[in-house]
C-alpha cells in the first residue's frame, strides 16, 4: 500500500538554528498538508499546498515557517529560527481530492527536539 | 467555531466491553467527520467516517453515531480487543474542498486483558 514517508524520524537542534523536514507524499497525490503535535496535545494543522503554492495556513504558520517541492517527489518544512517551543511531532499528509473521500494520509512524523 | 470538542480524555475498558468516545462541533459547514486512531510512534491513521446525511456507519467493530440535530457524533468499538488500544481522535473537515482536518483533543483508550 503507498504510503507517506517522512525523514529523519528524530531531528534534534539548537534554538535559533534551522532545520528542514522533508516528506515523500503519495506519488499521484496532488495536495500536501503539514500539522504538529506537540507531546500529549492534539494534531494541529500547519498548512495545505497545492499546485506549488500555499493554499491554507493556520495562525501557528508564521515568517519563520515556509513550504516547498522542491522537486516531483518531495515536499519540505523549512523553520528558519526554531524556539523551543517549536518542539513537537510534525507530521506530513498528502490527498487526491480526484479520489472519493479525498481522504489524508499521515506519515509517522519527525520529532523534533529543540534545544 | 472551528473546535471539535472530544471526551472522554482518556479511558479503561474490559477486553470484550463496547468502548464509547463522544464528540461535538459547531461550524455547520463541516460536512465530513473522520475518525482516525493513533499508535505510539506513528501517524494518525484513518479509520472510519461519515458524512452527515446518515446517521450511522458500521464498519465491522467499529460505528459512528451521527446526531446532526445536535452536531454530535460517537465512536463505538464493539468487543474491545487489547490491539485497540491507543488514541483516538475525533476531526472535522469541510468536505467540499480538500481543506485542513481540525481535530479533537483524542481520546486515549487502554483495553484491559
Known sequence: ?????????????????????RCVPISNHLYFYWYRQILGQKVEFLVSFYNNEISEKSEIFDDQFSVERPDGSNFTLKIRSTKLEDSAMYFCASSDPQLAKNIQYFGAGTRLSVL | QQQVKQSPQSLIVQKGGISIINCAYENTAFDYFP??????????????????????????????????SAKQFSLHIMDSQPGDSAT????????SSASKIIFGSGTRLSIRP
Not at chain 1, 517522512?6 to 523536514?21: A, C, D, F, N, R
Request: charged share 20%.
Open chain 1, 1 to 21: 500500500e503507498p504510503e507517506v514517508t517522512q525523514t529523519p524520524s528524530h531531528q534534534v537542534t539548537q534554538m535559533g538554528q534551522e532545520v528542514i523536514l
Open chain 2, 35 to 68: 475518525w482516525y486512531q493513533q499508535f505510539p510512534g506513528k501517524g494518525p491513521a484513518l479509520l472510519i467516517a461519515i458524512r452527515p446525511d446518515v446517521s450511522e456507519k458500521k464498519e465491522g467493530r467499529f460505528t459512528i453515531s451521527f446526531n446532526k
Open chain 2, 88 to 95: 483516538y481522535f475525533c476531526a472535522a473537515r469541510e468536505y
